[in-house]
């Protein structure tokens, strides 16, 4: 497919790799912040053959990983109730909620739909008036103005029986909580090109100056990831700091102005609490009080709901970059793809799981006999 | 998540006020939202997709100047290696 095979190249990701190996005179540690990039680089292998020249950090960039348990907890509330059509993209549906997942609720008769775009719901909603139709708005930046135009839609068109349960979270915000972190060892990062792709990179401008990284806007595929991975570690041997975009043929400085206008008419900045590392100040979105009539929370009085996260997943650690997702006594044993314990095994762009499926260092952990 | 797929508008209609089109994903089509591209593209143009929405524009000049620019890097060891075995055989014949 154009844009796209020809960016998986193996001929030239060994020139790549080898590019890197040559370039690096020490052993950089680089943190990727995208769940897709964490999903590619355990995949390819990349991070096993540049171990001797980066040690890859996986991010907290998986947005179903990070959704709270309480949200997760008053989705399954709602997909419960038998006048709702609960709607999600599939990849929330088996996210460990604190008894079942909204899977399990399927499977005793809720009315859980996938859909594959949020204004399939707002659809979904029209067509069933005597429904209340629930839309779980998870993500990024990226899928924000998605999120954004179906409220937005119904609220033009008059849809009163759509809502929203909204876990909104944003990037930069959490590569601060990482940077401040006292135990950090991130030297540098891979920013997420798609969130770049609607947002720019003005914003990381400042966060590369001020704690002196070089953040490198990068695309999805095994070429891009090398690239990118190779124009950050050119800076680090050149002692450079800056913000660099490999993503060239998607993002653009200023991002995408359409898509920033519609997410701030409709979203606010709020605070956010992350699965597995708490709350992050700003780090979140959620609806203006214009559209409160849209808020799910709201509307089925969803606030008294709260869980208490597991202390058995180190979730936290993994997310931090402190644990290596293997070396977490749960991993492969009590915690697997088919039994989780924790998001980040859930989603393949969760490190746990994508260590699970492809990684071939674990080999040599002794898995799970610590749980 | 935060998956956007590259694929070529067929082509654009309106959807009671909204910019919508369908999209070619290597032979399998889709509608998809073009409101945050509406101003930039036309048919035949490439778009990075994501859950419905097109986000981007493919720009097909920096496409292929990232792709020159990668297949070079990657090719200048061969070339390093062509060049020292060049070399070589001058050392040899002189
Ligand atoms: S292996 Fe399972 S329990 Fe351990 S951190 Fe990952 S998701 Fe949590």
Redesign the pocket.
Known sequence: MKYLSEYRDPAMARGLVQRILDTATKRWTLMEVCGGQTHTIVKQGINEVLSNAVEMIHGPGCPV?VTPLVQIDRALHLAARPDVIFTSFGDMLRVPGSECDLLQVKARGGNVRIVYSPLDAVEIARRNPDKEVVFFAVGFETTAPANAMAVWRASELGVENFSVLVSHVTVPPAMVAILEDPGNRVQGFLAAGHVCTVMGWDEYEPLAAKYQVPIVVTGFEPLDILEGIWMAVRQLEDGRHEVENQYVRSVRREGNRPAQDLVSRVFQVVDRGWR?IGTIPGSGLGLRSEFASFDAERKFGLEGISAEE?A???????LKGR?K??E?????G???PES???????STE????A??NFSRVQADVPVGVAS | MCLGIPGRIIDRSDDAGLAVGTVDFGGVRREVCLAYVADEVSVGDYVVVHVGFAISKVDEEEAHRTFEVLREMSQLEELEWMADLADAAEGVSS
């Open positions: 990983c597995g597991s058995d997943c180190h979730a936290g650690d993994v644990l997702p293997f977490c006594p749960a991993f492969g009590r915690c697997t989780p314990l924790g998001a980040p095994m859930v969760g490190a746990c799981a260590y699970y």
